[in-house]
């Protein structure tokens, strides 16, 4: 993409920039890469296999970036919605990284897939997407692309866990949480889990079990899903980290339509939305305290 | 039982050293092992409290008192936690001996200087004992001990009964302002008070144990006193879990600190690569 | 190849797999992810031959877990009045024949024995170790991600597999069976009547040539030449730049058949009793080598990363004289940030060959 090359070029030369976060041709499927000069630039490319949210790589815990100095960092409009939260929360500082958002016509499952954009092979989050050309921005590049499909598996997942009796629910996540080896890949990749030490590395108290069993990956996982509430953009890092194939964005999902439906809450790259969990509402539904 | 099994141990006594160190004094509960329990100085154990889990400590005792083994510790996390909660009679657990030691046997007809900074004097005291109970064996003993106040100086009881014998040289000093108006010893930083007592580096062997900056700062000087680095002796630490060389958390390069160490010379650490 | 021959066809194959279960073992073998977008493939315990699929996918997680299991408990505890009582778990380690093993799992079994056996016995991975029977079924070279032979094996090593099945290529499936250990020619020689006599199908050669073909032009990495430069740049400027990418996940660490580390923690059930179990661990996180004081000696991902490298090519071989590595390639896989290994190793091996061509000591 010559227009996003010639940018950030143009970034590192005037010294706005020390480095560009972007994606790049790797050996084996696209992938992230730090340019630090106009010839590493060249390499900067994006397509349907962009699938990492690079807002990741602006959390206060990257400390070997950190030292790098002032990034720019490429978003699509998913990832602009972290970054937002991000300065929601006051993680980062708007004037310390310069957003070059790309406009998206959605993106595969994985990094290495080929072919057209079709339903069996776009990522859950893209069909219907409302942050399709990203706001938040100081550039934007790229033409619009045609709307990405739709990808029905997840939503139908999720529907067909709530015909399920409780009982069977509990036993499905009991199956599927059993595999968790508490890699923490899925803390790790995500652009929200920002905390310096996360309440799981606790251990005086400790308040979740490191233990790879079902107690403990329950309290993990449960810890996760709430801690996310209101804050996660479905960008389904987490899932696509997980060695162990567990059904990550089926919990952040629903937890996203009861965010949506009671909340109001939408992902988005709007950095002054109110934050759910940060706002209180008179009318907010009240009807769970007994 | 596996090797991760500990043997349970009575805590026997527990000495306040300073306002965050303490001293637990253990008694093996199984007789037979108290018996057969061996070590050399310089080695280290894993100590447990159940539902805390478990730390690595050097055993602080010498190896020439038998039927305990004693650890110093400042509290610092969920196990030392614990363990200050700890009071006479209480159990816990230890497995070990684990690592190598000070070569005391092959320091014998020399000379021996001991330098410690703050907790750094409890493996050091282990050797100073050591050496102490077989006090033939060994010729001029001269103790160089430092602490940031007077206050921090661990094991005072035993400072006072090094400083009152006439076989051992005993050098005190705390960090320029950690004085009390009555204190006896120097006022200074360990290297310049190492300088001040001048121990000869023929026939002597020196062990060194505190914080990474003393060390630091000291080595030159021995080195401008004539020690050569396969004749200075410290020991290491580093996070560690089983203490058996296999959790892979406390190498240095190539060199576990659990099995290669955690006793180095300076010559060794010079070696290592620049991540300790 | 010297050792015993025989045919297992495919029929006798489900009926030898059928008499195991039977018999009390447990099975472990490849099966389809029941639950994933993407066709993936575990290794799990399996009750029925025709869950079994042989000629799938690379299995997502190796074979450690069934001998290092993600946690495991290594003592239980009860505290009465003063005193405690240590029970020992359970050790009956079931017996288990893992039947369609990689041969790039299988290998990582007598390396990892290594270390499990240094000075000090690991008793709960040698159970295991010894009540297990591993089958191997010879790979037929996955794609890309793959570099066994950077590593000294291949789609058909042998190596720490007790008996080995190679694909006849015939339309009808079927087996040739070698037998490569004596634990190997005990299972055979129990459970005889499945196996014919030895013959080789046509196809066994060419499908073996053309799995060497498929992962032989992958990398050209020397892990020889390697290890010399890294025992002589572990300051270098790779290395501050290196895991720029890299999340510090330990995903990499979770899929390899060879990394090993663990922690051990204390979990109390109630108030005076408990266990203190083994769990997985990763030095890709920061808090692996992290001091009770805050100080920590690997402070960066990158130095992080280094120490993930240095362990397989260079401490690992300079202690036991082997890789820590089989060249199975799910770390290049699974990463999410795209660190790729082989790549790395490629780019050693050019500074390896650079050095010394620019007169650096060999």
């Known amino acids: 993409m010559q227009e996003l090359v010639d940018l950030t070029s143009k970034l590192l030369q005037n010294g706005d920039v020390n480095v560009v976060i972007g994606y790049e041709e790797g050996p084996r499927g696209v992938r992230p890469v730090v340019a630090a000069t106009p010839d590493d630039c060249r390499r900067l490319i994006f397509d349907h296999r962009a699938v990492h949210n690079l807002a990741t790589y602006l959390s206060p815990r990257r400390k070997h970036l950190r030292v790098r100095g002032r990034a720019a960092v490429v978003l699509k409009g998913c990832d602009a919605a972290a970054v937002a939260t991000l300065l929601r929360e006051r993680q980062l500082k708007r004037d310390d990284v310069v957003l070059i958002g790309v406009r998206c016509g959605g993106v595969y499952r994985t990094t290495t897939a080929e072919g057209a954009l079709s339903a069996d092979n776009v990522a859950d989050r893209c069909g219907g997407c409302a942050l399709r050309e990203p706001t938040l921005v100081d550039h934007l590049v790229g033409d619009l692309p045609p709307e990405p499909p739709t990808a029905g598996q997840r939503a139908a997942r999720i529907a067909a866990l709530e015909e399920l009796s409780p ?30 030490r996360c309440v799981a590395d606790k251990t005086d108290p400790q308040w979740i079990e490191s233990s790879p069993h079902l107690r403990g990956n329950f309290s993990w996982h449960m810890a996760r899903a709430l801690h996310l509430a209101g804050r996660c953009v479905d960008c389904g890092e987490c899932q696509r980290a997980c060695p162990a194939g567990i059904p990550l964005t089926v919990i952040n999902g629903k937890v996203g339509q009861v965010m949506g439906a009671r909340f109001g809450f939408r992902p988005t790259d709007d950095p002054d939305a109110p934050a759910p969990i940060g706002t209180f509402d008179p009318d907010d539904s009240q009807e769970f305290i007994r | ?49 159940f539902g805390a889990g478990e730390c690595t400590f050097c055993i602080a005792s010498p190896p020439t008192r038998r039927g305990y083994i004693e650890c110093s510790f400042k509290k610092v996390g969920k196990v030392t936690n614990a363990m200050r909660e700890l009071e006479v009679g ?23 200087l001991f330098i410690a900074g703050g907790i750094g004097l409890a493996p050091v005291r282990c050797v100073i004992w050591n050496a102490l109970d077989l006090r033939d064996k060994f010729r ?22 090094w400083a009152g014998r006439d076989d051992v040289k005993l050098w005190q000093t705390v960090d ?31 062990i060194i144990c505190g914080p990474p900056i003393m060390i630091k700062f000291t080595l030159p000087v021995l080195i401008k006193l004539g020690f050569t680095k396969d004749r200075i002796f410290t020991t290491l630490e580093n996070r560690m879990k089983c203490g058996l060389g296999k959790c892979g958390r406390c190498n240095i390069g190539p060199v576990y600190v659990c099995k290669d160490g955690p006793v180095f010379t300076a010559a060794q650490l010079e070696d290592l690569p620049p991540e300790f | 190849m010297s050792n015993e021959q025989k045919y297992l066809s495919e029929s006798e194959f489900d009926a030898l797999v059928r008499e195991l279960i039977a018999s009390g073992k447990r099975v472990v073998a490849p099966v389809a992810a029941e639950d994933d977008l993407e066709p993936q493939a575990d290794y799990r315990a399996v009750s029925d031959p025709a869950k079994i699929v042989l000629d799938g996918p690379l299995p997502r997680r190796s074979l450690k877990e069934f001998f290092l299991p993600a946690t495991e408990a290594l003592l239980r505890w009860r505290l009465k009045k003063g005193d405690v009582a240590l029970d020992e778990t359970e050790a009956d380690y079931p017996e288990t024949v893992v039947v369609g093993a990689s041969p790039c799992d299988a290998a990582a079994l007598p390396t990892v024995d290594r270390v499990m056996d240094w000075d000090y016995r690991d008793e709960p991975w040698f159970g295991r170790r010894e009540a297990t029977v591993v089958i191997s079924r010879a790979c037929p070279g996955r794609d890309s991600s793959c570099f066994c032979p950077v590593v000294g094996l291949a789609p058909d090593s042998t190596r720490g597999a007790d008996v080995m099945l190679y694909p006849s290529g015939e339309d009808a499936g079927g087996y040739l069976v070698e037998v490569i250990t004596e634990r190997g020619a005990a299972l055979v020689a129990a459970h005889s009547k499945h196996f014919q006599a030895p013959r080789e199908p046509a ?66 059930e109630g108030g005076d009793s408990g266990t203190r179990r083994r769990n997985w661990d990763t030095c890709q996180a920061a808090v692996f080598t992290l001091h009770g004081s805050g100080h920590n000696p690997r402070e960066t991902q990158n130095a992080r990363f280094r120490q993930r490298v240095l362990h397989k090519f260079a401490i690992y071989p300079e202690r036991f004289g082997e890789i820590l590595c089989t060249g199975c390639g799910r770390c290049v896989r699974a990463c999410p940030g795209g660190m790729d290994l082989p790549e790395i190793l490629e780019e050693l091996g050019r500074l390896a060959t650079s050095s010394q061509s620019a007169g650096g000591t060999p």
């Not at chain 2, 009575?10 to 108290?34: G, M, N, S, Y």
């Not at chain 2, 120097?186 to 002597?204: H, L, Q, R």
């Not at chain 3, 030449?225 to 720029?244: G, P, Q, S, T």
Request: negative net charge; contains cysteine.
């Open chain 2, 1 to 49: 039982m596996n090797l991760y099994t500990p043997h349970p141990v009575r805590v026997a006594e527990v000495i306040d050293e300073t306002v965050d160190t303490r001293t637990l004094r253990l008694e093996f509960k199984d007789p037979a092992f108290a018996e057969s329990f061996d070590f050399k100085a310089g080695q280290f154990g894993e100590y447990s409290v």
């Open chain 2, 176 to 206: 320029p302002g950690g004085e009390t108006p009555d204190w006896k010893g120097e006022v200074g930083f360990v290297p310049s008070v190492v300088e001040k007592a001048e121990p000869k580096a023929e026939n002597t062997y020196a």
């Open chain 1, 167 to 196: 009982a069977e629910r509990f036993d499905y996540w009991r199956r599927s949480l059993a595999d968790c080896v508490r890699c923490n890949a899925c803390r790790a990749v995500c652009p929200l889990c920002v905390c310096e």
């Open chain 2, 140 to 161: 001029d003993v001269t103790i160089v001990y430092g602490a940031r106040s007077v206050g921090d100086l661990v094991y005072r009881r035993e400072l006072e009964e």
């Open chain 2, 90 to 112: 209480d159990t816990m657990g230890f497995r070990g001996p684990y690592g190598n030691h000070f070569p005391l046997d092959r320091m014998e007809g020399d000379n021996l």
């Open chain 3, 203 to 268: 196809g066994v050669a060419r499908l073996r040539e053309e799995a060497r073909a498929r992962v032989d032009g992958n990398s050209s990495a020397r892990p020889d030449e390697i290890r010399r430069w890294l025992d002589k740049n572990f300051e270098h400027e790779l290395w501050d730049r290196l895991a720029e990418r890299c999340h510090g996940c330990g995903a990499c660490a979770a899929v390899c058949p060879t990394c090993h580390c663990f922690d051990i923690v204390d979990e109390p």
